[in-house]
């Protein structure tokens, strides 16, 4: 019996010091970013917040007309590299930090489904309602909306993307729409 409490005691202790990795604490002054997303028959936005350091927390709604490709069902949806929705293409690939070339040289580079080792702009699927109305509340500290390595707002910026079919998140997909497809509407982030 004891060896069981000591051993709980010691996995909390070893755990313990892991925790400081991710939140330290309240930023001095709260970052707000936004997206107003827009694609056929499809209209929302998102809204972004970092009040905590090294977590940004993202509110995102959306509706689609009943002939839109906002279906109900699942819908892959991402933060991709750049923002620029005109067309959805210019958005590039899935938002991976601001990683030297020198370091990873396919990442933000290439177009090709291995240019996002670290996936870091991939966010749970969009879940639609029958109503064709879709909302995603979550919690990233993949990226940031302050300065640093994994910013949003680089030189280029950044934009989310909503697909026409659900992300499968397979580390090396064996086709173009196992990360969700088609892009059926975009939404450039911006500061607030």
């Keep these: 019996m004891n060896r069981i409490v000591v ?15 991710y939140y330290k604490g309240k930023v001095e002054k709260p970052l707000h970013a936004k997206a107003i997303i ?10 972004l917040y970092e009040e905590f350091e090294g977590r ?6 959306l ?19 750049v923002g620029n929705c005109e067309p959805f293409a210019a958005a590039k690939g ?7 070339a020198a370091i990873n040289p396919d990442a ?21 309602n029958d109503d064709r109305k879709g909302s995603l509340y979550t919690i990233t500290s993949r990226v940031t909306l302050s ?10 910026g950044s934009a989310f993307i909503i697909h026409e079919l659900e992300d499968k998140y397979l580390p090396d997909p064996a086709t173009k729409d196992a990360p969700g497809g088609h892009r059926i509407a975009c939404g450039v982030i911006v500061k607030e």
Aim: glycine fraction near 14%; hydrophobic fraction near 30%; include cysteine.
């Design 7 to 21: 051993g709980t005691a010691l996995v909390a202790a070893a755990l313990l010091p892991l925790s400081g990795c």
């Design 38 to 47: 827009a694609g056929p028959g499809i209209t929302g936005e998102a809204h």
């Design 56 to 61: 940004v927390r993202i509110k995102l709604k």
């Design 63 to 81: 509706e689609g007309t009943q002939d839109s490709k906002l279906k109900p069902g699942r819908h892959g949806i991402h933060i991709h590299e």
């Design 94 to 100: 899935h938002y991976d930090g601001n990683v030297d």
């Design 108 to 128: 933000n580079v290439t177009s090709g489904l291995g240019n996002h080792p670290y996936h870091l702009g991939d966010l749970q699927n969009l879940s639609v």
């Design 147 to 156: 300065e640093g390595l994994n910013t949003l707002f680089d030189k280029d």
